[in-house]
């Protein structure tokens, strides 16, 4: 069963980085699929942050293209999220994600979420 | 970029009601590539349907999705007390990139 746990600080200074990492369990996360973030502001929708396919490649929400980097370490079978320069506006829950059905399919296994505040 | 919007906001049913959910792309979802999503309070989303009408892994038959090119529509047919949650679609169609609607609340009336 894919498992995917996120960590990482739950606040962050305004103007600061935001560094958040995915560990996958139950798949390997260099053999195929689009590995993605999600956010979500309190009481608010879902937003697509942008994502890493197995071989490297990223895509990114063009919102937040400037701002955000995400990296695979197949090593470890982890991934990790980036956000420079935060403000308020970047508080929410992060969520990371598989992809399924086909390889550039919907989302079919999500993290359980982790909750990041930008507050000084 | 492909806009979702998704009607009602909110959606004020008793159990053993029927709720129709709609989705309406700015453009046409290539292949049908539209997903719904349910997310109950504190938890991550759940993937209901894909390809517009297929169930994903153990979802029950009471849910049924319909729809293609710019119009979708999530139906449940007779709600469960679980059933209350907020439902989003979400479009793939332009994979690796992915958009969301803004989410229909389904409520006890």
């Known amino acids: 069963q894919v498992q995917l746990q996120e960590s990482g600080p739950g606040l962050v200074k305004p103007s600061e980085t935001l560094s958040l990492t995915c560990a996958v369990s139950?798949?390997?996360?260099?053999?195929?699929?689009?590995w993605d973030w999600i956010r979500q502001p309190p009481g608010k929708g879902l937003e697509w942050i942008g994502n890493?396919?197995?071989?490297?490649?990223?895509y990114y929400n063009p919102s937040l293209k400037s701002r955000v980097t995400i990296s695979i370490d197949t090593s470890k079978n982890h991934f990790s999220l980036k956000v420079n320069s935060v403000t308020a506006a970047d508080t929410a829950v992060y969520y990371c994600?598989?992809?399924?059905?086909?390889?550039?399919?919907?989302?079919?296994?999500w993290g359980q979420g982790t909750l990041v505040t930008v507050s000084s | 970029e492909i806009v979702l919007t998704q009607s009602p906001g909110t959606l004020s049913l008793s159990p053993g009601e029927r709720a129709t959910l709609s989705c309406r792309a700015s453009?046409?979802?290539?292949?049908?590539?539209l997903a719904w999503y349910q997310q109950k309070p504190g938890q991550a989303p759940r993937l209901l349907i894909y390809?517009?009408?297929s169930r994903a892994p153990g979802i029950p038959d009471r849910f049924s999705g319909s729809g293609s090119g710019t119009d979708f529509t999530l139906t449940i047919s007779r709600l469960e007390p679980e059933d209350f949650a907020v439902y989003y679609c979400?479009?793939?169609?332009?994979?690796?990139?992915?958009?969301f609607g803004g989410g229909t609340k389904v409520e006890i009336k």
């Open positions: 139950g798949y390997s996360i260099s053999s195929s699929y689009y």
């Open positions: 390809g517009a009408s």
């Open positions: 994600a598989r992809r399924g059905i086909i390889e550039g399919g919907p989302i079919l296994y």
């Open positions: 453009q046409s979802v290539s292949n049908s590539y």
């Open positions: 979400q479009q793939y169609g332009s994979s690796p990139e992915l958009t």
């Open positions: 890493i396919y197995h071989s490297g490649s990223t």
